[in-house]
């Protein structure tokens, strides 16, 4: 597999012409178009709000030794 990045420009019949390198064999492959058309992608998380969050117990530290003891278990 082989990545090659270029710039391409539509028509207004919506096509693009590609021109490949010539150590491109002839023959059927697989092509993946990603267009980006200078928007950024949207987020997962834009319509939620922020949440102030903190610990629930300020003075737990979430240490191995608070949590499992002297014994390592």
Known sequence: MRTIETRAVVTADHTITLTLPE???PGECRVVLVI???KPPV???AGWEPHDVELV???N?????DT???DGR
């Open 23 to 25: 150590d491109i064999p």
């Open 36 to 38: 980006e058309n200078g």
């Open 43 to 45: 987020s997962l998380w």
């Open 57 to 59: 117990d300020p003075d």
């Open 61 to 65: 530290t979430f240490r191995r030794e």
């Open 68 to 70: 499992y003891g002297d």
